[in-house]
């Protein structure tokens, strides 16, 4: 059986407090870590068709630069107007120096 995680990127290359885009058979996520912890959420705010790459890192959430929503990294849900729809989440884990996403599906069912 083969495993639906692909390498994204090394560990090492995302500072702590950061994120990076990374791209995955067409489709956009980023990949974020806060402290020794990785997340990975769609590329796209919920309330506008807007990329939240454009935005920053505030704690464990990311904040969407167009309108000001911040989405929660390990849920997806939005915690400010006027996003009220959460964004897609995904299982990240690190192996090998490697942070892989599991692209597959969903880990929030969004």
């Given at each position: 059986m083969q495993?639906?995680?692909?390498?994204?990127?090394?560990a090492?290359?995302i500072?702590?407090?950061?994120?990076i885009?990374?791209e995955?058979?067409g489709r956009p996520?980023?990949i974020?870590?806060v402290e020794d912890r990785?997340?990975?959420?769609e590329?796209?705010?919920?309330h506008?068709?807007y990329?939240l790459?454009?935005g920053?890192?505030d704690?464990?959430r990311?904040?969407?630069?167009l309108?000001?929503?911040?989405?929660?990294l390990?849920?997806?849900?939005?915690?400010?107007?006027p996003a009220?729809?959460?964004?897609?989440?995904?299982?990240v884990?690190?192996?090998?120096?490697?942070v892989?996403l599991d692209?597959?599906?969903?880990a929030?069912?969004?």
């Amino acid at each position: 059986m083969q495993t639906p995680f692909v390498a994204v990127a090394a560990a090492e290359a995302i500072a702590p407090g950061k994120f990076i885009r990374v791209e995955v058979d067409g489709r956009p996520y980023l990949i974020a870590r806060v402290e020794d912890r990785y997340y990975a959420v769609e590329d796209n705010c919920s309330h506008e068709d807007y990329p939240l790459s454009y935005g920053c890192l505030d704690g464990r959430r990311i904040k969407c630069s167009l309108h000001g929503s911040r989405f929660s990294l390990e849920t997806g849900v939005p915690e400010d107007d006027p996003a009220d729809s959460p964004i897609a989440t995904f299982q990240v884990r690190v192996a090998e120096g490697q942070v892989w996403l599991d692209p597959s599906r969903p880990a929030n069912g969004g």
